[in-house]
T-cell receptor, first 111, second 117 residues
Framework: KNEVEQSPQNLTAQEGEFITINCSYS?????LHWLQQHPGGGIVSLFM???GKKKHGRLIATINIQEKHSSLHITASHPRDSAVYIC?????????????FGEGTQLTVNP | NAGVMQNPRHLVRRRGQEARLRCSPM?????VYWYRQLPEEGLKFMVY????????ESGMPKERFSAEFPKEGPSILRIQQVVRGDSAAYFC???????????????FGPGTRLTVL
């Protein structure tokens, strides 16, 4: 079992829909990261959070430390949101600051 | 402020050759991480370096792979005697990571796509 599990693996939505991607982890962490990998391969850090909730534009990330679970929400989705969304954790006792990644969620938003 | 730079962006090598991948961190960042993404797989940690020090190389294959981050110049990931299984995207990330912080945002470079023929 991977230390970081994401669901779903693939997600197809219509433009305007509200999207949720889930991430569960099984190790102690200091922070959880959400990343976006564009179709061209580049990786952008969207959020780093250790508690509560963060919002940036149409993106919202939440984390529940007790349940070891995080969600990434996209409101009013748009075709340009199509990308792979990756959950990663860091700051564990044995892992230090390096990132441990989930397998990613391929999101496709159709017009 | 330039982001993390990697070069080359694409690298083609024949089996048995050496591959050198370079990473220049963001200005002011002294921590560099290398990650590998094999085809159709997720990202995996390889090595974590600070200037002139390897902090964690637990993700590096034991043979043929080495990394350095000299006092001056970029970080280098070196793969000797490449094999087809080394074909992957190699990403570098940097962070400022203060001494008090256990973790910090990592900023990724565009990656080097290595193809071994």
């Amino acid at each position: 079992k991977n230390e970081v599990e994401q669901s779903p693996q693939n997600l197809t939505a219509q433009e305007g829909e509200f999207i949720t991607i889930n991430c569960s982890y099984s190790v102690g962490i200091s922070a959880l990261h959400w990343l976006q990998q564009h179709p061209g391969g580049g990786i952008v850090s969207l959020f780093m959070l250790s508690s509560g909730k963060k919002k940036h534009g149409r993106l919202i990330a939440t984390i529940n430390i007790q349940e070891k679970h995080s969600s990434l929400h996209i409101t009013a989705s748009h075709p340009r949101d199509s990308a792979v969304y990756i959950c990663a954790v860091s700051g564990g006792e044995t892992s230090g600051s390096r990132l441990t990644f989930g397998e990613g969620t391929q999101l496709t938003v159709n017009p | 402020n330039a982001g993390v730079m990697q070069n080359p962006r694409h690298l083609v090598r024949r089996r048995g050759q050496e591959a050198r991948l370079r990473c220049s961190p963001m200005k002011g960042h002294s921590h560099v991480y290398w990650y590998r993404q094999l085809p159709e797989e997720g990202l995996k940690f390889m090595v974590y370096l600070q200037k002139e020090n390897i902090i964690d190389e637990s993700g590096m294959p034991k043979e043929r792979f080495s990394a350095e981050f000299p006092k001056e110049g970029p970080s280098i990931l070196r793969i000797q005697q490449v094999v087809r299984g080394d074909s992957a995207a190699y990403f570098c990330a940097s962070s400022p990571l203060s001494q008090l912080a256990l973790t910090d945002t990592q900023y990724f470079g565009p990656g080097t796509r290595l193809t071994v023929l």
